[in-house]
C-alpha cells in the first residue's frame, strides 16, 4: 500500500513496541557518528518503556553498542546489526559469531573510500558499510563493489537509505521482531513496529503476521505498513500523544 492513514493516538494500548532508529526516532546523517539523542528523544523512550512495562525494544541496524552508548545503557531491549545480536536490560547480550572474511572486506572498503571524495565506512561487528550520502555520484561504484565483496564470501547483501552492508546473513528485523515477541514481556500482545528504510519491511511483515502492523515513517511508498506519519519529527509528537493516552 501507498496511501496510508495515521495510526490512531490510542495504538498502543496492549502493544509491544518496536522503533527503528536512524531516519525514525532522529534524522539520518551523512556519518552515523554525527547522530546525537536529545533530552526529550531519551525522556520520551523512557516513559515509553514505563507505560508499557517494560514491552518496548528498538531495532536497528547499528550495532547494540551503539544504541546502548547513545541511550546511556537503557532500560529496554535491543536488537542490533539487523536482528544479529540481541541485548537485553537484565544484561544477557546474544551476538552472532564473526567471519574472519570480514576484516578483509572492511579493508577493501577504507580502500574505496580513501580513493572515492566523500564515501564513508561504517564498521559494525557482523558487517560493514559504505555510506554515499555525500557522495551520491559514487553509489553505482559502492554497490557494485559490496556485492561482488558480499558474493566472494557468501556474506549477505543488506541495502539502504544512501547506503549498503556487507553482513552476516541469517537474521533480519522480521525475526528480530519475532524472537523479541516471544520474551515473557510481550508474548501475547500486539506488535507495532515503526520504521522509515527498505530494511525494516521484513519487520513491517512480521508486526502484520503476529497481529498487529507497521508505521512507515517518512513519503509514501510501497510497503507492508499499515499506517504512515511524515517523519521523524511527526513521530516523535505521535509517541509523545500516544504516552499520554496510555496514562489516561
Known amino acids: 500500500m501507498t496511501h496510508l492513514p495515521p495510526p490512531p493516538v490510542d ?43 517494560g514491552r518496548v525494544a ?92 558480499a558474493n566472494d564470501a557468501g556474506l549477505h547483501l543488506q541495502t539502504g537509505k544512501m547506503m549498503i552492508e556487507v553482513r552476516v546473513p541469517g537474521a533480519d528485523k522480521g525475526t528480530a521482531l519475532a524472537a523479541l515477541m516471544r520474551a515473557p514481556a510481550m508474548a501475547g500482545r500486539t506488535p507495532v513496529f515503526l520504521g522509515d528504510d527498505d530494511t525494516d519491511e521484513p519487520a513491517m511483515v512480521a508486526a502484520r503476521d503476529l497481529g498487529g502492523g507497521g508505521i512507515l515513517i517518512g513519503a509514501p511508498r510501497a510497503t507492508a505498513a499499515r499506517w504512515r506519519l511524515d517523519g521523524v519529527a511527526a513521530t516523535l509528537s505521535w509517541l509523545e500523544a500516544a504516552t499520554e493516552s496510555l496514562a489516561a
Open 11 to 53: 495504538l498502543l494500548r496492549d502493544a509491544a513496541l518496536f522503533l527503528d532508529f536512524d531516519g525514525t526516532l532522529v534524522e539520518l546523517e551523512e556519518h552515523p557518528d554525527a547522530v546525537a539523542v536529545d533530552a526529550r528523544l531519551a525522556t520520551l523512550v523512557r516513559r515509553l518503556a514505563e507505560a508499557l512495562e
Open 58 to 149: 528498538i531495532v536497528s541496524g547499528r550495532p547494540v553498542a551503539s544504541i546502548r552508548a547513545l541511550f546511556a545503557d537503557p532500560p529496554f531491549a535491543i536488537s542490533g546489526s539487523h536482528g544479529l545480536e540481541v541485548a537485553w536490560p537484565d544484561g544477557r547480550h546474544e551476538r552472532a559469531e564473526r567471519p574472519a572474511a570480514l576484516d578483509r572486506i572492511v579493508e577493501r572498503m577504507h580502500g574505496f573510500a580513501t580513493a572515492t571524495h566523500g564515501v564513508l565506512v561504517e564498521e559494525k561487528p557482523l558487517g560493514a558499510a559504505l555510506h554515499y550520502r555525500a557522495a551520491p555520484y559514487a553509489a553505482d561504484a559502492a554497490q557494485a563493489l559490496a556485492a561482488a565483496l
